[in-house]
C-alpha cells in the first residue's frame, strides 16, 4: 500500500500570502494518478488538481500543482478567504487507492 | 448534470449491518467507462477508500475492510449499493459516493455526493 505523507499538519497563513502543500509517497507514484481535494466544513470534498498538475473544470489559476515520483506540491499563489481548508491528496496509480491525512490551511 | 446522493439509516447498532444506497444521475451505471466509488471519512478524521465498482461490474475493495463490503449495483434504478457487515463504533463516519473518472489515463474522483452521516451505537 502506498503511504501519502502530507506535510504540515496545519498551516497558519494570512490572505494574500502563498501557501505550499506538500505530499510525500512512499513509493513511486505516477503523476497521472495523483490528485488534490480541497474541503471545507460540513461540505463534501471538491477536486482541484488531477494528472498532479492539471486544474479540474472552474479552479482559479492560483491553484497549481506539481512534482513527480515521490513528491508532490499543491501551491495556492496568492490566499483568498475562500482558500482556507482541509486539501487532500490521493493516488490510485497503485493498489489500494489512498488518500494522504490531509493538510488544514487556516487563517493566521 | 452529473450528480450523486447517498441515503441510508443514520444510525446503526455495533454487529449490525450497514447498507447505503447512492442514486446517480447525469450518467448511466451500465457506460463504458463509468466508476463509481464509496469513500468514508470519521468526524474530524481524513478520508478512507472503501470500494470502487466499474460499469463491467468489476469491484474493488479496501483490503484492511474487504471481509466486510459488498458493492453492488442497479443499472435500471441507477444506483449502487454498498453493504457493510458487523458495524463498530469505530465505523462511525460520514460516507460518500463520488463517481470516479478512470480514462484518459488519469483517475481521479470528479463528483461527489452530499454525503450521509452514520453513527453506530447501542
Known amino acids: 500500500e502506498i503511504v501519502l505523507t502530507q506535510s504540515p499538519g496545519t498551516l497558519p497563513l494570512s490572505p494574500g500570502e502563498r501557501a505550499t502543500l506538500s505530499c510525500r509517497a512512499s513509493q513511486s507514484v505516477s503523476s497521472s494518478y495523483l490528485a488534490w481535494y480541497q474541503q471545507k466544513p460540513g461540505q463534501a470534498p471538491r477536486l482541484l488538481i488531477y494528472g498532479a498538475s492539471t486544474r479540474a473544470t472552474g479552479i482559479p489559476d492560483r491553484f497549481s500543482g506539481s512534482g513527480s515520483g515521490t513528491d508532490f506540491t499543491l501551491t495556492i499563489s496568492r490566499l483568498e478567504p475562500e482558500d482556507f481548508a482541509v486539501y487532500y491528496c490521493e493516488q490510485y496509480g497503485s493498489s489500494p487507492l489512498t488518500f494522504g491525512q490531509g493538510t488544514k490551511l487556516e487563517i493566521k | 448534470q452529473i450528480t450523486l446522493k447517498e441515503s441510508g439509516p443514520t444510525l446503526v447498532k455495533p454487529t449490525q449491518t450497514l447498507t447505503l444506497t447512492c442514486a446517480v444521475s447525469?450518467?448511466?451505471?451500465?457506460?463504458?467507462?463509468?466508476?463509481v466509488g464509496w469513500i468514508r471519512q470519521p468526524p474530524g478524521k481524513a478520508l478512507e477508500w472503501l470500494a470502487l465498482i466499474y460499469w463491467d461490474d468489476e469491484k474493488q475493495y479496501s483490503p484492511s475492510l474487504k471481509s466486510r463490503l459488498t458493492v453492488t449495483k442497479d443499472t435500471s434504478k441507477d444506483q449502487v449499493v454498498l453493504i457493510m457487515t458487523n458495524m463498530d463504533p469505530a465505523d462511525t463516519a460520514t460516507y460518500y459516493c463520488a463517481h470516479f473518472h478512470y480514462h484518459d489515463n488519469v483517475r481521479y474522483f470528479d463528483y461527489w455526493g452530499q454525503g450521509t452521516l452514520v453513527t453506530v451505537s447501542s
Open positions: 447525469g450518467f448511466s451505471l451500465s457506460t463504458n467507462g463509468v466508476s
